[in-house]
C-alpha cells in the first residue's frame, strides 16, 4: 500500500499497464503475441513501488477501500474453493490480476500532477478505443471466415478480402471453401471488425459493443477535467474532439446503456458545474445520441424480455446459496448465460457478505469525491480548484460506470478496478496536498450500505415479479 511524496518510480508501469490492458497491442502484432506484457508492466510497477520505499520516498498506508478489496479476494478464492476447486488455479489468477490492478493504479502515486497522469492516460485509451471504433463504423463491409482465434470471441474471424452485402454473399461465393462458416462485417484498424451486422467494438476486455461504449463514455469527464485546469485552444480541441469521438463511438456501437451512461455523465458533470443551466447544456449534448442511437424496437424488446428472466435467474441461484453465494466465476454453471448485470452478479455468486464489501467500494469511491468537493469547495487556490476539477470529474466518470454495470457483467471487470484504483490515487493526492483529509467508513456508512444492499435485492425482485417470471 504504497503512499508517500514523490512515489512516481511506479508510475511508467502502471501507465503502461493501463495501455495494455485498454489496447491489448498483443493479439493484432503477431510479434507482440509471444511477451507477457502483463508480468513485465506489473515487475516494473512493483519495482517501481519498491524503489520508492526503499529510498524513504513512500510509507506503507492502506486506501480508505483496500480492506474491502482484499475481502472480496479472499472471499472469492474461498467460495470457489468450496464450491468449484478444480478451477480454482485459473481464476485465481483472473481474481488477483483484478485486485491487483486496483492496487497499483491506486498506490502508485500521491500527488495531483501523478494523478492527471493516470486519468490522461485512461482518457487517451477511451478516445483511441472510440476513434478505432468509428473508423470502423464507417469502413466497407467484408466476408470473416470464422476460424478459431486464441484468446478471441467465437464471433470473431479473420477478414479475407471479398467485399459483401450479407453474409450469404460470402457463403455462396464460388471461391468460398465449404467447410468454414462466414460472417459479413465492417473491417476496422488494427485487424478489429463489427459484430451482428455493423455494431462497432474493440478487443481483449472491449470486445463487446456495450462494454466499449461504457468504457468511452466513462473517461469523458477526464477531458472537461483538463480543459478546467487550463483553458486553452488546445484542450478546447481535445474536449472537443473526445465529445465527438465518445458520442460516436457510442452511436455506432447501437447501445442503449452506452446511451444512459453518456447521458448520466454529462448530466452529473453539468448539473454539478451550472445547475440547472447545466442540466440544459447536458440535456442538448446528449439529444443527437439519444436520437440516432439504440437498436431496432423488436430486438431491444428480446433483448430487455431475456435479461428479465435472467434476474429472475440470479435471484433463484442466490436463493440456493444465501449466505456464501454460488462462489466466483459459477453463475454460468448454473444458467446458460451471464448475469448481464453486475449488481446481481455480485449477490449471486459472492452473497450478502461479499455483496457487501463490493458495494462499499463503490460507496467508499462517492465519498472520496464528495467529501473532497464539499471540504475545498469555497478554498481558493490552484490546488483546491485542481482537487475540484477532478473530483468532479471522477464523481462523473462513476455515475455513469453505475449505470452502465447495471445492464453488464462487470463485477470484476478490469476497467471497473482501475477506476476503483484512480479513487484511490486521487484520495492519495490529496492527502499528498492536505494530510488533514481523510476519508473512512462510519457506522452510519455502513448502514446505509446495508440498506442500499437490501433497496438493489428489493428492486430486481419487484421487478421480475412484475413480469411474472417469480
Known amino acids: 500500500m504504497v503512499h508517500g511524496v514523490g512515489a512516481t518510480m511506479a508510475l511508467p508501469g502502471v501507465i503502461l499497464l493501463i495501455i495494455f490492458i485498454y489496447g491489448r497491442p498483443q493479439e493484432f502484432n503477431e510479434r507482440l503475441a509471444a511477451l507477457p506484457f502483463l508480468y513485465l508492466f506489473l515487475g516494473m510497477t512493483f519495482a517501481g513501488m519498491g524503489s520508492d520505499i526503499g529510498t524513504g520516498k513512500a510509507k506503507l498506508k492502506a486506501a480508505p477501500h483496500f480492506k474491502a478489496s482484499v475481502f472480496i479476494l479472499f472471499w472469492s478464492l474461498f467460495t470457489l474453493a468450496i464450491f468449484n476447486p478444480a478451477e480454482l488455479s485459473v481464476n485465481a489468477v483472473i ?7 486496483f492496487f497499483v493504479v491506486g498506490h502508485s502515486t500521491e ?55 450479407s453474409y450469404k454473399d460470402c457463403r455462396n461465393d464460388p471461391t468460398a471453401d465449404p467447410e468454414i462458416e462466414y460472417l459479413c462485417e465492417r473491417i476496422g484498424l488494427f485487424q478489429t471488425t463489427t459484430i451482428t451486422a455493423g455494431r462497432v ?14 468504457t468511452a463514455g466513462i473517461s469523458l469527464p477526464f477531458a472537461f477535467a483538463f480543459f478546467e485546469q487550463k483553458r486553452s485552444f488546445k484542450r478546447l480541441m481535445i474536449l472537443v474532439y473526445a465529445l465527438l469521438m465518445i458520442g460516436t463511438c457510442i452511436v455506432l456501437t447501437q447501445s442503449r446503456g452506452g446511451q444512459l451512461v453518456f447521458t448520466t455523465v454529462l448530466g452529473v458533470y453539468f448539473i454539478k458545474r451550472y445547475g440547472l443551466k447545466g442540466a440544459i447544456i447536458g440535456g442538448i449534448c446528449a439529444l443527437p445520441l439519444i436520437m440516432l442511437g439504440g437498436r431496432g424496437s423488436q430486438e431491444a424488446e428480446e433483448s430487455a424480455n ?24 459459477q453463475f454460468t454453471e448454473h444458467f446458460w448465460l451471464t448475469a448481464h448485470n453486475a449488481y446481481l452478479l455480485a ?24 467529501t473532497a468537493l464539499k471540504r475545498y469547495e469555497h478554498v481558493p487556490g490552484p490546488t ?45 493526492a490529496i492527502r499528498g496536498a492536505d494530510p488533514t483529509f481523510k476519508v ?15 433497496a438493489i435485492v428489493v428492486a430486481i425482485f419487484g421487478y421480475v415479479k412484475s413480469k411474472g417470471l417469480m
Open 201 to 214: 467494438r474493440w478487443r481483449g476486455v472491449l470486445q463487446d459493443p456495450n462494454e466499449l461504449a461504457l
Open 111 to 165: 500527488s495531483l500532477k501523478g494523478f492527471q497522469k493516470l486519468a490522461g492516460t485512461v482518457l487517451a485509451m477511451g478516445v483511441f478505443v472510440a476513434t478505432v471504433a468509428v473508423h470502423q463504423g464507417f469502413s466497407a463491409f467484408q466476408c470473416i471466415a470464422m476460424v478459431p482465434i486464441p484468446g478471441a470471441r467465437a464471433d470473431t474471424g479473420i477478414p479475407d478480402g471479398r467485399s459483401c452485402e
Open 95 to 101: 481474481i488477483g490480476v483484478t485486485w491487483v490492478l
Open 440 to 454: 473512512e467508513l462510519v457506522q452510519k456508512d455502513i448502514f446505509r450500505i446495508i440498506g442500499i444492499e437490501i
Open 306 to 329: 431475456e435479461r428479465s428472466e435472467i434476474l429472475a435467474e440470479g435471484l433463484m441461484i442466490w436463493r440456493a446459496f444465501p449466505l456464501t453465494g454460488a462462489g466466483f466465476r
Open 347 to 370: 449477490v449471486s455468486e459472492l452473497g450478502p457478505f461479499g455483496f457487501f464489501a463490493w458495494l462499499s467500494m463503490i460507496y467508499v469511491t462517492f465519498k472520496i469525491s464528495l
Open 384 to 428: 483546491a480548484a485542481a482537487i475540484r476539477a477532478w473530483s468532479t470529474a471522477l464523481m462523473a466518470s462513476f455515475a455513469g460506470m453505475l449505470i452502465g454495470i447495471f445492464f453488464l457483467s462487470f463485477t470484476y471487470h478490469y476497467v471497473l478496478w482501475i477506476y476503483f484504483g484512480l479513487s484511490s490515487a486521487l484520495y492519495f
